[in-house]
């Protein structure tokens, strides 16, 4: 029986209501390797939701953030384990400023950060089995699978 594994993704949006996304390394192993998606973290043992979305702003993005609403979850087989992953809104508070890579290197760093507000730049991670992105594209009734962009 594969292990489980719980990981929580926040969508951070500023004030124009742009999204917050982040782009994986070049040189990481998997499908995601060097495309942009929402910034993650695997929950550790007993460790809530929340816990874990609250984490991601320091440890990623060296922010603090204020975490919303749960989105969306979805739970999916891959090779190593079964994954459980749900998107949180977000927001980071007024005169910070996030940046990356942060210096926690036990756990992915990303390499670079922008705001957009093209949805679509979502489109070729979520293809390649993002489920942080498919969670946000489906909630806003994106067809990012049958769009040719």
């Known amino acids: 029986m594969k292990p489980h594994r719980h990981s929580v993704a926040l969508v951070i949006k500023n004030d124009s209501g742009e999204l917050l996304v982040v782009k994986r390394p070049e040189d990481e192993e998997g499908p995601l390797a060097g495309l942009w998606g929402f910034p993650a973290i695997t929950l550790?043992?007993?460790?809530s939701e929340?816990?874990?979305?609250?984490?991601?702003g320091p440890t990623k993005l060296g922010v603090e953030v204020d975490v919303g609403e749960k989105m969306g979850e979805?739970?999916?087989?891959?090779?190593a384990v079964i994954l459980h992953l749900s998107d949180y809104a977000a927001t980071i508070p007024k005169g910070q400023t996030p940046s990356v890579p942060q210096s926690d290197t036990t756990v992915t760093q990303y390499v670079d950060l922008k705001f957009t507000a093209d949805p679509t730049e979502l489109f070729?991670?979520?293809?390649?089995?993002?489920?942080?992105?498919?969670?946000?594209?489906s909630s806003i009734g994106v067809d990012w699978i049958g769009d040719s962009r």
């Open 50 to 56: 929340i816990h874990g979305a609250l984490r991601i």
């Open 124 to 137: 070729p991670a979520a293809r390649r089995g993002s489920v942080c992105t498919q969670i946000y594209l």
């Open 44 to 47: 550790t043992a007993n460790e």
């Open 74 to 79: 979805l739970s999916c087989d891959r090779d």
